[in-house]
Each structure stands twice: as C-alpha cells, then as structure tokens.
C-alpha cells in the first residue's frame, strides 16, 4: 500500500520561503503525477502544483506561479514544494496526493478527485 508523508510546514511571515516534502513508500510506487494541494478553512480544497515523474514537466495554479516550484528525486520518492514570497492567502492545510489510474493526461491534474492517494497534509500560516 502506498503511503505518503508530508513535512516542512510551518509559521512564517509574509515575503519568506517555506519548502515542503512528500515522501512516499510502498511497493511499487509509480504513479504518472504527483499534484499539490491546499485547504483554508472554509473553503474547497484547491490545486496549487503537479509534477509528471517521468518528464519532470511542472504545472501551477496562477495563484503561486512565478513564487512556487514543484520538483522530485526520482531516486528518493520524493516531491517537494518550495514556496517563496509567501502571502497571507497561502495560509492553508497542504497536501500531496498520487494521481490515479482513472485519469491521464495533464487534463486531470487539477482535479482532486483523480488523486486517489493523499498525505495527512501539513499546517502552512503566513503571519502578515
């Protein structure tokens, strides 16, 4: 069974840099994409970043391009999240998530409900 790990939250204020990693185990892990997301409370979980595994190829929401970066380490398992100019709005719960089976293409990867595995997510507050 595949499972992921989120770490690297935190509080930090706004105009500084978070990095947040997702590692993942289990048998045979290899999904297609790995996406990013985020929660703030009272609101709909939201796409924030995806990474296909093979290219390397990175897709973002228009809300973090240019301050975000998506990234992995294929030898490690690992997705990371660096997060620069952070703003207020960022504040969230993150979570990662492997695409699933159900789904290819980059047409999918800012939909939640094409991930059929996710993190416990991790507490990000940006202080103004």
């Known amino acids: 069974q595949v499972q992921l790990v989120e770490s690297g939250g935190g509080l930090v204020q706004a105009g500084g840099s978070l990095r947040l990693s997702c590692a993942a185990s289990?048998?045979?892990?290899?999904?297609?994409?790995m996406g990013w997301f985020r929660q703030a409370p009272g609101k709909e979980r939201a796409f924030v970043a995806a990474?296909?595994?093979?290219?390397?190829?990175?897709y973002y929401a228009d809300s973090v391009k240019g301050r975000f970066t998506i990234s992995r380490d294929n030898a490690k398992n690992t997705v990371y999240l660096q997060m620069n100019t952070l703003k207020p709005e960022d504040t969230a719960v993150y979570y990662c998530?492997?695409?699933?089976?159900?789904?290819?293409?980059?047409?999918?990867?800012?939909?939640?409900?094409?991930?059929?595995?996710w993190g416990q997510g991790t507490q990000v507050t940006v202080s103004s």
């Open positions: 289990g048998r045979t892990f290899r999904r297609s994409a």
């Open positions: 998530a492997a695409l699933g089976d159900s789904c290819y293409g980059s047409g999918c990867y800012a939909t939640s409900r094409w991930y059929d595995t």
């Open positions: 990474i296909e595994w093979s290219s390397g190829t990175t």
